[in-house]
């Protein structure tokens, strides 16, 4: 009798145990999926309206330009496990030229399990004549497949620390696209961005930001374990906002995107400071 009793107290605790861990470990993996790196504090003071843009939460987050005609819309896919406020300073600073920005917070922090939510934000704002999408990392493989399938609604591509997935062949289309990248970025170099040029139309502007990294385009905390990235990425991040030099380059390719009859001068003075350089490529990197 009590070996009967002492076995069923340790099955019971070992179910214990086991339905602890279950929960445990269901929790910590739902904590790793749903992850965002969230944004750093020079984001976040731009979220707030001001008098040049006005900022608006729901249904997405929003920059409305103050005083604008708005004509042309900019869609933004954010990378992969990055919350969309961390971009708020390049977003902020495309909505100042006068231009609606949009950028959509995607299911689990992944554009690729709602990529087609720009028909939802185009449909959202019929005032908007003119569309341009853009993506960064995983968001930009997302807004080329867009792209790609939506070509009646898209007037202009660019994507950040990205490349097209093998298929969304846009080499036959007819609208502006720029590739950016940074020369550190290990996966999206000069080697990888060759390999899919055949992707892309023949007079893509493809541009290479010396001492770029892959998570540099916005501002927000890498993984603490990570801590030197984390350091490089904010000292990127205040080097975009005090000088301007990081949001010129982009905004420069904003214009030349959505309106490359107007050649928009670059200017040479942006980049004396050799943390932040560009090499300009054709649509042969390697060259």
């Known amino acids: 009798m009590n070996k009967q009793i002492g076995l069923n107290s340790a099955k019971k605790i070992l179910w214990a145990i086991l339905i602890f861990g279950f929960v445990i470990i269901s929790f910590l993996g739902i904590q790793w999926v749903t992850y965002a790196r969230p944004p750093l504090q020079e984001a976040i003071e731009l979220l707030e309206s001001d008098g040049l ?29 990055i919350d969309p406020r961390g971009y708020a300073s390049l977003m902020h600073a495309i909505a100042s030229e006068g231009y609606l920005v949009v950028v959509p917070k995607m299911p689990i922090n992944m554009a690729v399990f709602n990529p087609n939510i720009a028909d939802e934000i185009i449909d959202h704002h019929p005032e908007i004549n003119h569309w341009v999408i853009a993506g960064h990392s995983v968001g930009g493989v997302m807004a080329a497949q867009y792209s790609y399938e939506n070509r009646e609604h898209i007037e202009g591509l660019m994507i950040w620390a990205s490349y097209p997935a093998g298929n969304s062949d846009l080499s036959d289309a007819d609208i502006p696209v720029v ?68 949001d010129d380059l982009l905004i420069h390719y904003w214009r030349k995107t959505w309106n490359p009859m107007g050649q928009v001068p670059l200017p040479s003075e942006m980049f004396q400071d050799s943390s932040i350089t560009t090499t300009g490529l054709s649509h042969n990197p390697s060259g």
Not at 60 to 75: H, V
Not at 199 to 217: A, N
Not at 224 to 232: A, E, F, G, P, Q
Request: net charge positive; charged share 25%; aromatic share 12%.
């Open 53 to 81: 843009v006005t900022v608006t939460h729901e249904p997405w987050l929003t920059f409305i330009p103050a005083e604008s005609e708005l004509k042309t819309g900019f869609i933004f896919y954010p990378g992969g496990r």
């Open 179 to 246: 590739s950016i990248y940074g020369s550190l970025d290990p996966k999206v170099n000069d080697s990888s961005v060759v390999e899919r040029k055949v992707l892309l139309p023949e007079d893509t502007q493809y541009v290479r930001i010396e001492g770029g990294g892959h998570h540099q385009f916005g501002c927000k905390v890498e993984k603490l374990v990570r801590w030197k990235n984390y350091i490089r990425s904010k000292f990127r991040c205040n080097l975009g906002l005090q000088s301007g030099m990081l």
